[in-house]
């Protein structure tokens, strides 16, 4: 039986570092699942991608939905749709 595909997009505006690279690795070591990552920059370029990951760059901050959907947009141009859609905030990771 095939893994389930699950897009994720993550937004950040590059401003916590540390707690973006937990958030990466902890979605990184999920198992039995076939991840499509995109990174959206809200008024930035992403500066931590992961190697598999899409990025989108806004040139402005559109708030937390407008990132939300342009990264959501980005995923659905894939070569395979996803079974579940997940946003995730480079802050995810407590203090």
């Known amino acids: 039986m095939p893994h389930p ?5 993550l ?9 973006e690279r937990a958030t990466q ?14 990174v959206v920059g809200n008024d930035c370029t992403p500066g931590i991608v992961p190697a598999c990951a899409r990025t989108v760059v806004l040139m402005e901050n559109l708030g937390i939905p407008g990132g939300r959907n342009a990264g959501s947009r980005a995923l659905a ?10 946003f ?6 407590p203090p």
């Open 11 to 19: 937004l950040t505006v590059n401003n916590r570092p540390r707690k």
């Open 88 to 93: 995730l905030d480079s802050n995810a990771i």
């Open 5 to 9: 595909r699950v897009h994720v997009v």
């Open 77 to 86: 141009e894939t070569d395979l749709p996803g079974d579940y859609l997940f």
């Open 25 to 38: 690795a902890a979605l990184l070591a999920k198992h039995d699942v076939d991840l499509r990552i995109c």
